[in-house]
């Protein structure tokens, strides 16, 4: 994939793709059925539509203190398969989705290197210890676990990890 920097969207190693491109406001509806949805199929037993507005507001604070919303496309580039939230400075990987449909058809990993591309050097990331198809799909794209912590909505144990550009 090439990344460039275009004048619609400057930001510096953002790939220009019919297939990825940064988020629009009318994205978000379809968004966050997409991430209810996904993490619905992981714990069933967590009432993740009742957590759309915490995404929400979650979105717009991280946007608003820089970060980037990046969507992948379907191949028909009618629906979002997936979508990354991350800060370019400072590299901290909030949210990464992918819609059933699209799992296993290279849509992580093509948010996961645009994340990474456009991150200062590092991305870093908390995954819930016990989603271990997450874990081993981070560790695939060079992440190293780095620490343990808590997530602080739903008191699951969880792993830091963090990637590094290779020198």
Known sequence: MTYVESADDPLPGFAASPRLRK??????????????????????EIDFDARRPWLTS?????????????????????????????????????????????????????????????????????????NLRAVRFYERAGFDQVGRGENTLSGRATIQMEWRARK
């Open 23 to 44: 988020r629009r406001e009318s994205d978000l509806p379809e968004m966050l059925d997409l991430w209810v949805a996904s993490w619905r199929a992981a714990y069933p």
């Open 58 to 130: 979650q979105i717009a604070a991280l946007e608003s203190d820089g970060a980037v919303t990046l969507c992948v496309m379907a191949s028909d580039a009618d629906a979002i398969a997936g979508f990354v939230v991350i800060h370019p400075e400072t590299g901290w990987l909030d949210q990464i989705c992918v819609g059933l449909p699209y799992k296993g058809d290279g849509c992580a990993e093509m948010l996961m290197e645009a994340a990474c591309a456009i991150s200062p050097g590092i991305v870093r990331l908390d995954v819930n210890a016990d």
